[in-house]
């Protein structure tokens, strides 16, 4: 069974540009998961998608990221404009329908200068 | 405001012996924990489980302790192997229409010496 698969792995831009990030989750996972991780900390969601409809996106800086997870698989995380304390990992997980179990991705690690 | 602490942000164990991992939470509505492990430049991954109707689950060398009247929980690994040496997590989440919303701890890195 493929895993979570995320890309870029790594990605540096200068502070206001712009960065967007791809994941493909498990076949036939229904929810899916963005995390941010910043270095000593635990990974925070910022949004969590069910089927194509957001579940939670309290976390979210609406402000300046957005996300989109279109038919219901892949998803997309973008950051506009990027700001110094965006610098983190960037994680994607997803989880099979009533499973409390989630399968992460390896994440892209952004770093902003 | 965290509401999952790991308050020990490493721990070096010998080979053989136990790993005692410990997380605080400050939620009283948590009423499901999962342990995860990281390894570096990869997601974590899934270890092990507990519901709050329940103080003890194992799996092999793993086993998670509960004790909801401190809010604590603990994970202990019994023997401990190199190859457990990475960054373990804990989280926890309130259940409810959102059962599957974690919060998690800052993580543990822990050390297994041959």
């Known amino acids: 069974e493929a895993g979570v698969a995320q890309s870029p792995r790594y990605k540096i831009i200068e502070k206001r540009q712009s960065v967007a990030f791809w994941c493909n989750p498990i076949s036939g996972h229904a929810t899916l998961y963005w995390y941010q991780q910043i270095l000593g900390q635990g990974p925070k969601l910022l949004i969590q998608?069910?089927?194509?409809?957001?579940?939670?996106d309290s976390q979210l800086p609406k402000d300046r990221f957005s996300a989109e997870r279109l038919k219901g698989v892949d998803s997309t995380l973008k950051i506009q404009p990027a700001k110094l304390e965006d610098s983190a990992v960037y994680l994607c997980?997803?989880?099979?329908?009533?499973?409390?179990?989630?399968?992460f991705g390896p994440g892209t690690r952004l770093t902003v200068t | 405001d965290q509401q999952v602490k790991q308050n020990s942000p490493s721990l070096s164990v010998q080979e053989g012996r136990i790993s005692i991992l410990n997380c605080d939470y400050t939620n009283s509505m948590f009423d499901y924990f999962l342990w995860y492990k990281k390894y570096p430049a990869e997601g974590p991954t899934f270890l092990i489980s507990?519901?709050?109707?329940?103080d003890k689950n194992e799996d092999g060398r793993f086993t998670v302790f509960l004790n909801k009247s401190a809010k604590h929980l603990s994970l202990h690994i019994v023997p401990s192997q190199p190859g457990d040496s990475a960054v373990y997590f804990c989280?926890?989440?309130?259940?409810?229409?959102?059962?599957?919303?974690?919060?998690f701890g800052s993580g543990t890195k822990l050390n297994v010496k041959p």
């Open positions: 989280a926890a989440s309130a259940g409810g229409w959102n059962f599957n919303k974690f919060y």
């Open positions: 998608f069910q089927n194509n409809g957001v579940v939670d």
């Open positions: 997980a997803s989880s099979f329908d009533g499973s409390y179990e989630q399968y």
């Open positions: 507990i519901s709050s109707i329940k």
